[in-house]
């Protein structure tokens, strides 16, 4: 039982993540809307798709 909520927190922490990297991203607005959505939506299959194929954050962008 325990094990179900450090998993949950982690998934919650993980795609708080993964959404403040998609809004910091040089994407366009329509872009974004669509993968915070994703995320939010389908929270690890979202997350493991943005990891794959997500928009990159402006800072990893050199």
Do not use: C, H, Q
Request: hydrophobic share 65%; aromatic share 10%.
């Amino acid at each position: 039982m325990e094990f179900a909520g450090i998993g949950g927190f982690i998934v919650l922490v993980l795609d708080i993540w993964a959404i403040v990297s998609i809004i910091s991203s040089n994407a366009s607005t329509g872009a974004k809307v669509l993968w915070v959505l994703l995320v939010l939506v389908l929270p690890v299959l979202g997350f493991i798709i943005w990891l794959i194929a997500g928009p990159r954050s402006a800072r990893a962008t050199i």
